[in-house]
């Protein structure tokens, strides 16, 4: 596994050893161990899987504490624009974000710890996301942030993505009563 530190410390960009042939491929999408060599000593309690077709938005999603989620997302088939916004109150990096483009065919996955606004956009129609989580859902804990706040400045290079209520109803970071400390 080939791991990239990103300009904001503790996400990471993840690189998995394929081995392909004839036959197809084959590679080792988790292991404890290997991840622990990269401080990442969480416990995956659930996985969760998304299908979408293209242009659609799902995010900026959290959990506040004490039910906040890590996050190893990855892509199993078709691709999508992965962003991530820090919202723990405190960071030099607050407010700031991170992308990464995740796909079946690059195999990449991202490592987002809690205190992080995740969410993506799907550029391809059949697009299967895939992702672990430190922590259970719990709807109550649940928060977001605006997808195109303008402090934020994301450019998702869509204008008008397929977006749930929720997305539409998010509110600016400025608004953010952010429960996570740096």
């Known amino acids: 596994m080939q791991v990239i ?11 998995p050893q394929v081995f392909g042939d004839d036959r197809g491929y084959f590679f080792e999408s988790y292991s404890k161990e290997a991840f622990a060599r990269f401080d990442v000593h969480h416990e995956f309690v659930q996985d969760n899987q998304s299908f979408s077709n293209k242009a659609v938005l799902r995010g900026l999603h959290f959990q506040n504490p004490p039910y906040a989620q890590g996050k190893l ?7 999508v624009l992965d962003v991530v916004v820090d919202i723990r109150e405190g960071s030099p990096t607050y ?18 710890p809690p205190g992080f606004a995740h ?6 129609d059949q697009t299967i996301f895939s992702y672990k989580c430190t ?3 719990n709807k109550e804990s649940e928060g977001s942030v605006l997808w195109n ?22 509110k600016p970071l400025s608004e953010l009563n952010s429960q996570f400390r740096y």
């Open 5 to 15: 530190e990103t300009n904001i410390p503790g996400l990471l960009e993840i690189m």
């Open 73 to 79: 997302v990855r892509v199993i088939q078709g691709a």
């Open 95 to 112: 407010g700031k974000h991170h992308k990464v483009m995740l796909s079946g065919e690059n195999k990449m996955m991202f490592w987002v």
């Open 119 to 124: 969410g993506f956009l799907t550029l391809a």
């Open 135 to 137: 922590n259970l859902y």
């Open 149 to 170: 706040d303008p402090e934020i400045g994301i450019d998702w290079n869509v204008e008008n993505p397929l977006l749930s209520p929720k997305d539409i109803e998010a």
